[in-house]
């Protein structure tokens, strides 16, 4: 079965950096976009960027653009986020998810309606 299994979140301190990591099995990582998505306390879950197969595109959503960098490894099952420079505001729960389309194109890749599995998060805070 689809199993997504995320890694490497913590606690850093504002402008500090963190890389995520997703660890796939159960499907072809290469054939499906990939995309990060969040959701911090007492809020919904948001889309924070997408990749698409052999790397073709990316999405990401505006506050975190130039700060954030999306990356896959289809021989290795894994799909990235770097964060830098971050802000208290990138706290919450992080998010793996395979993607029911190929490419990012557009706002609908930000939907969670592009996803069909999600993994079960791991914790980033940004705090001093």
């Known amino acids: 079965q689809v199993q997504l299994v995320e890694s490497g979140g913590g606690l850093v301190q504002p402008g500090g950096s963190l890389r995520l990591s997703c660890a796939a099995s159960g499907f072809r990582l290469g054939g499906t976009a990939m995309g990060w998505f969040r959701q911090a306390p007492g809020k919904e879950r948001e889309a924070v960027s997408c990749i698409s197969i052999a790397d073709l595109s990316t999405t990401y959503r505006q506050s975190v653009k130039g700060r954030f960098t999306i990356s896959r490894d289809n021989a290795k099952n894994m799909v990235f986020l770097q964060m830098n420079s971050l802000k208290p505001e990138d706290t919450a729960v992080y998010y793996c998810?395979?993607?029911?389309?190929?490419?990012?194109?557009?706002?609908?890749?930000?939907?969670?309606?592009?996803?069909?599995?999600w993994g079960q998060g791991t914790q980033v805070t940004v705090s001093s």
């Open positions: 998810a395979r993607g029911r389309i190929t490419y990012c194109s557009g706002s609908y890749s930000l939907t969670s309606d592009a996803y069909n599995y």
